[in-house]
């Protein structure tokens, strides 16, 4: 329910002079009254964006908007009475009753139907990483100030029990001071390191291509793009560590209490001018704060895994490496997890008894989920663990990764003066040129 509804519904009952028994008292116990509910829109409700719908399936889902027939039928026919619409824009414009929008889209639509929303006063969830560059980020930032709106983006570990236990066990010194953070990967799982294709097959009659492509600009439609294969492509995704790095990144940016890194570096295998590398190794070096040293976070992508930390004592188990997953690095042991921070175990085996033993059993408060905080949010509840005001600059550490990827250069962001401090970087790959009538509009 949208703050002007609920006082104007109020200011009437009082003048009138009745008292009215909520609806859900009526109902009994457990009864949720229509009026309780949120009416809520899905941008993108194929893939990821199916789970998103039935994340937030307790309210009313009234709208839904897709431009793929049928990627998104499953969700059509999960909610029959939802109205139907392909353009985000005009779903927007013409459904007044929306309280609150999920958007599920490909990286490069999210700022624009982000930031559509937030203007018109809608509670906004936006699926990672939040938006494609830098200079989205810093205007996400801005909007989130200012309209206020409950947001959070769809980092589902931020909110899982893995995570928190890992919190409780850096708080209470289990692993001495954590210097060092890593973290790999099996993405890509799509194709990378190619060039445009050449040929133009004809395009699904279930997709509208132009929507599809929103702010980029025009290319033809080829399945290299869709479904699902445009996260290689620059004009569209982010990456591999745009996919899997706000996940990662989660745990240590917010129990060390990260902030801006003073230096990205990145090596890679060779970059093509549209797609990203096949494999990566970023360092991310973040300066001492407070009592906490500094950290230096190591991401590795394209399965390359990490190697045995050296004072590993010989014999003992050492970390399991998966196939995806990051290692705290502590002066006094180490912390494994999974790359969403679930399933955490401390290493070496003999630190692991000691700490176990001797530490008060004193979890971090639970969260009901990622769906339950966001929509709690919504109706005048605490702010959600992953916020704007939280996961804008997150995301920026991310994009950050992936501009000293594609410039080559080591990276020494200045994020009072919205630029790189040491060399000269294209301004396409921090502001990106926007189709028109796709425009983002100043905050």
């Not at 929303?117 to 930032?141: D, N, T, W």
């Not at 990145?266 to 190794?281: G, N, Q």
């Amino acid at each position: 329910m949208k703050r002007t509804e609920v006082s104007r519904r109020n200011f009437l009952t009082a003048a009138a002079g009745v008292t009215i028994v909520p609806r859900h008292v009526l109902g009994g116990a457990g009864y949720k009254a229509p009026s309780d509910k949120l009416n809520i829109a899905c941008i993108g409700v194929g893939g990821k964006g199916a789970v998103d719908a039935q994340g937030v399936a307790s309210e009313n889902i009234i709208a839904l908007c897709d431009v793929d027939d049928e990627r998104a039928a499953k969700t059509f026919q999960a909610f029959p009475a939802a109205r139907r619409y392909r353009d985000f824009r005009i779903m927007l414009e013409k459904e007044k009753s929306i309280d609150a929008v999920t958007i599920s889209t490909p990286d490069h639509v999210h700022a624009i139907a982000t930031l559509m929303a937030m203007r018109l006063g809608m509670h906004v969830f936006c699926q990672k990483p939040l938006v494609h560059s830098l200079y989205e980020a810093r205007l996400i930032g801005k909007a989130s100030k200012k309209y206020r709106v409950a947001t959070q983006m769809g980092i589902q570990g931020h909110c899982e029990e893995g995570v928190r236990r890992i919190r409780q066990w850096i708080k209470a010194g289990a692993i001495g001071r954590v210097r060092e953070v890593q973290y790999w990967t099996n993405r890509p799982i799509w194709p990378q390191a190619i060039d445009r294709p050449t040929d133009t097959p004809e395009t699904p009659a279930t997709l509208d291509w132009d929507l599809w492509l929103g702010p980029a600009a025009q290319r033809p439609y080829h399945p290299a793009y869709h479904p699902f294969k445009w996260r290689g492509w620059w004009d569209f995704g982010t990456g591999a560590l745009g996919d899997m790095a706000c996940h990662g990144f989660d745990a240590a940016f917010w129990i060390l209490d990260l902030g801006n890194p003073s230096r990205v570096v990145a090596e890679t295998t060779p970059v093509k001018p549209e797609t990203a590398p096949l494999v990566s190794r970023i360092e991310y070096d973040f300066p001492a704060k407070g009592d906490r040293p500094p950290v230096k976070l190591i991401w590795r992508d394209g399965d390359l895994k990490p190697s045995r930390p050296k004072w590993t004592p010989q014999g003992e188990p050492v970390p399991p490496v998966g196939h995806s997953g990051q290692l705290f690095i502590g002066d006094e042991g180490m912390i494994a997890a999974d790359i969403y921070g679930g399933n955490p175990a401390i290493f070496p085996e003999s630190r692991r008894k000691e700490v176990l033993a001797n530490m008060a059993d004193e979890k971090e408060p639970a969260s009901p989920g990622i769906y339950k905080e966001w929509i709690a949010a919504c109706k005048g509840g605490p702010t959600p663990g992953a916020s704007f005001d939280y996961s804008v600059p997150l995301t920026m550490i991310v994009l950050l990764g992936n501009l000293a990827v594609r410039t080559g250069e080591v990276i020494e962001w200045d994020p009072v003066a919205f630029k790189v401090a040491n060399c000269s970087s294209p301004n396409q790959y921090i502001r990106r040129e926007y189709r028109r009538g796709w425009e983002l509009p100043e905050v």
